[in-house]
């Protein structure tokens, strides 16, 4: 049917030129030839022409790339990942804060508060670990204590404590008389540091015990039980509460075979003693310090 259109407008087109010729008196001068052998293909579609923004197209008009596809982009050589290009250095992270890594270095992690290493008035700083530091001799504490009715048990206990590495640390033995005697708190020039009762560690002899081994009073000591005000004693409160009898090391001359005894000093009283020969103790406490 287009063919056949297409034909018909050609010929009614000739037709009329013809037409005109004659009435001009037979020249053909002006006119425009028409080939009648490429007619002019008039295109019927549905879908209306457009530009690459969507309006309507005008007549005739090229539609463009939108609706040409051409010859496709060559997207050209990809990218090379391999070997040849140079890995993303990750750096150094930044802001990163150090873990501490405890007594290795500079003491144990602190906790944070409530425990923030407190130092008492007398000098023993709470290590928020189970130990005390004697800020005067440098020498480390347990805050608690142990009980044993024997001496090899005492000794014992401090030994097992060393196996254990308490608090991180090595070195834990049962204290001197003289490390005891570190820690009384009012009784100084007697049973005190450089106090008048010649214990030493190096006392074997119990004869070598004079008065003023006997202390300063039974329950007069300056330090109270924290929480009740009318118990008084030679220690300082910071440790766990329990004025009473300690074991020392350092142990008397054997007076018959398998005697073995040693000083030990009541905070309750500060002083210091020794048992009966061949005899223990009920329940004394143990408290070993490691250290200068």
């Known amino acids: ?46 879908v209306p022409q457009v530009t690459d923004d969507g309006n309507p197209l005008p007549d005739g008009q ?65 290590n928020c670990d189970g130990t005390m530091l004697d800020t005067h001799s440098g020498r480390t504490w347990m805050k608690s204590e142990g009980f044993t009715s024997l001496l090899t048990d005492a000794q014992k206990y401090c030994t097992d404590l060393d196996k254990q590495q308490m608090g991180g640390y090595t070195g834990w033995h049962l204290p001197s008389i003289v490390e005891l005697r570190e820690l009384v708190i009012g009784c100084d020039a007697k049973t005190g540091t450089g106090g008048s009762c010649p214990i030493v560690g190096t006392t074997t002899n119990e004869a070598a015990r004079t008065s003023d081994c006997d202390g300063c009073g039974m329950n007069l000591g300056p330090v109270p039980k924290i929480g009740d005000a009318t118990k008084k004693c030679y220690m300082d409160n910071t440790f766990d509460w329990y004025c009473n009898l300690y074991w020392s090391g350092t142990q008397v001359q054997a007076t018959v075979a398998g005697d073995k005894r040693s000083w030990y000093l009541t905070f309750f009283d500060a002083a210091i003693n020794v048992p009966p020969t061949m005899s223990g103790m009920q329940s004394a406490a143990v408290k070993c310090v490691r250290g200068p």
Request: aromatic share 4%; proline share 16%.
């Open 62 to 126: 090229d539609p463009g790339p939108a609706n040409d596809p051409g010859t496709p982009t060559d997207p050209g050589t990809p990218t090379d990942p391999g070997k040849d290009s140079t890995p993303v250095d990750p750096g150094t992270q930044d802001n990163v804060v150090p873990i501490d890594p405890g007594p290795a270095d500079e003491g144990p992690v602190d906790p944070g508060p409530p425990c923030e290493y407190p130092v008492s008035a007398y000098g023993l700083r709470d």
């Open 1 to 46: 049917m287009r063919r056949t259109l297409v034909c018909m407008l050609g010929g009614l087109f000739v037709a009329a030129c013809v037409a005109c010729g004659s009435s001009s008196g037979g020249t053909d001068e002006g006119l425009i030839v028409v080939d009648v052998v490429n007619p002019i293909d008039i295109h019927y579609s549905d």
